[in-house]
């Protein structure tokens, strides 16, 4: 690959990356309205782990109408590592905006007060639970965007080594 189709794919991958974002970004709307309408969560649970899927076809388009039906496995993987990366921190980006000056941690208030029923109904012993809570509630606005950030990108590694062998394509080379 030579600097100018390395640009391009970075390019291409930037576009991407602010789609999935948007698709993340209504995803997560979704999950937070579902506190109070579950078919939001399930919705919004469920374009969540469609991600994988946008994102395969994202690089097939990229494959076939630019790089003429040719993709190298690092170039695929390179194109859904950056894809990951641009969406996560644009995602990041929202959801800081979101938990500082939006939610004033009714979000994670809730979550926090279901995950305490369940764990309760397991046995869990009671102070240990108390303890994590504090730990949760004591975190800043900055630190969730930046835990959700980087929890996507290592998933984005880990999704990008299979989304990178589905989506490469060599050509046939032309006897002369």
């Known amino acids: ?3 100018t189709e390395y640009i391009q794919l970075r390019a291409f991958a930037r576009n991407d990356g602010a789609y999935l974002a948007v698709l993340w970004i209504v995803s997560f709307a979704c999950i937070c309205m579902g506190m109070k309408t ?5 919705l919004g649970t469920t374009m969540a782990f469609l991600s994988p899927f946008f994102i395969c076809r994202r690089i097939q388009s990229f494959r076939d109408h630019v790089r003429e039906g040719e993709l190298s496995y690092w170039n ?3 194109y859904s590592m950056s894809m990951f990366f641009y969406a996560s921190l644009l995602f990041a980006i929202i959801q800081y905006a979101y938990f500082a000056f939006i939610d004033g941690g009714s979000f994670f208030a809730t979550s926090l007060d279901q995950a305490r029923q369940i764990l309760l109904a397991n046995k869990y012993p009671e102070k240990e639970i ?3 809570i504090e730990e949760y509630r004591s975190m800043r606005p900055i630190d969730w965007a930046l835990y959700f950030m980087s929890m996507n990108i290592i ?3 880990v999704a990008s080594i299979i989304i990178a062998a589905i989506t490469r394509k060599k ?3 032309k006897k002369i």
């Open 38 to 42: 579950p078919f939001l969560g399930t």
């Open 155 to 157: 998933i984005g590694g």
């Open 1 to 3: 690959m030579n600097p």
């Open 171 to 173: 050509t046939k080379e």
């Open 130 to 132: 108390n303890a994590a």
């Open 76 to 78: 695929g993987y390179i």
